[in-house]
């Protein structure tokens, strides 16, 4: 039986690095990627990740899980989550970045559930197209991400039921903080989400002595 549900955000805050700027840094796309986020704040969320994904088109696969490898996790990343399976939490890994790369990183730290974009890919061949569902659940002032973390949560809770806890630090991670059971703002980069988050915190550590206090508060 599970105490509930713990969905992390995965750039920025279990990496240390978004994953898109290393890439981007990388294969020499980054002045493409200054010019789309100069756009983007006019555009839904959901055509950004698409213009986007067009940068990797014709790329090996191996290309990007390469580089994605070497992107360091947050101090303490690791232990929250081995933290959050012995409190007996089901660990999910939520991004707005791509399902393939957030399933190596689940391999890495022992998550147990992942959910991101979806990239075509054939063969060992990136296409450069994004086949994600788009689940956006269109709370107020959300900006239709392609992936929707909050029908995420709720997928989840309606299966395994118990706490919902959320950890994000950007704007795509405000409706899954807002409405988790104990949403945590970790090093935030939006005032918006610092607004609605149970706990504010800029260290792992410091969620997880906060996280106890909460579950003893919850269970008492």
């Not at 630090?169 to 989400?193: F, H, T, V, W």
């Not at 706990?199 to 410091?206: N, R």
Request: hydrophobic share 40%; glycine share 8%; aromatic share 8%.
């Amino acid at each position: 039986m599970t105490t509930g549900i713990a969905i992390l955000d995965m750039d920025g805050t279990v990496l240390s690095k978004r994953s898109i700027d290393v890439f981007c840094e990388e294969l020499g796309f980054k002045q493409r990627l200054t010019e789309v986020d100069r756009l983007s704040s006019n555009l839904p969320a959901c055509e950004v990740s698409e213009m986007i994904a067009k940068f990797f088109a014709g790329l090996p696969i191996n290309t990007l899980e390469e580089l994605f490898d070497s992107i360091p996790l947050n101090q303490g990343a690791d232990d929250f989550v081995s933290f959050l399976k012995t409190n007996r939490f089901l660990v999910a890994i939520a991004t707005d970045s791509y399902q393939f790369l957030a399933e190596r990183l689940s391999r890495r730290i022992g998550a147990d559930v992942v959910y991101g974009n979806i990239m075509e890919i054939r063969g060992n061949t990136l296409t450069g197209r994004l086949l994600t569902d788009h689940r956006c659940l269109k709370i107020e002032g959300c900006r239709e991400y392609s992936t929707c973390k909050l029908w995420f949560m709720r997928n989840l809770k309606d299966k395994f039921g118990g706490v919902t806890v959320a950890v994000g630090d950007g704007e795509s991670d405000l409706c899954m903080i807002k409405e988790a059971n104990i949403g945590i703002a970790y090093r935030p980069k939006s005032q918006s989400i610092t607004r609605v988050a149970k706990i504010v915190a800029s260290s792992f550590l410091e969620i997880k002595s906060r996280l106890q206090k909460e579950i003893m508060i919850g269970q008492g």
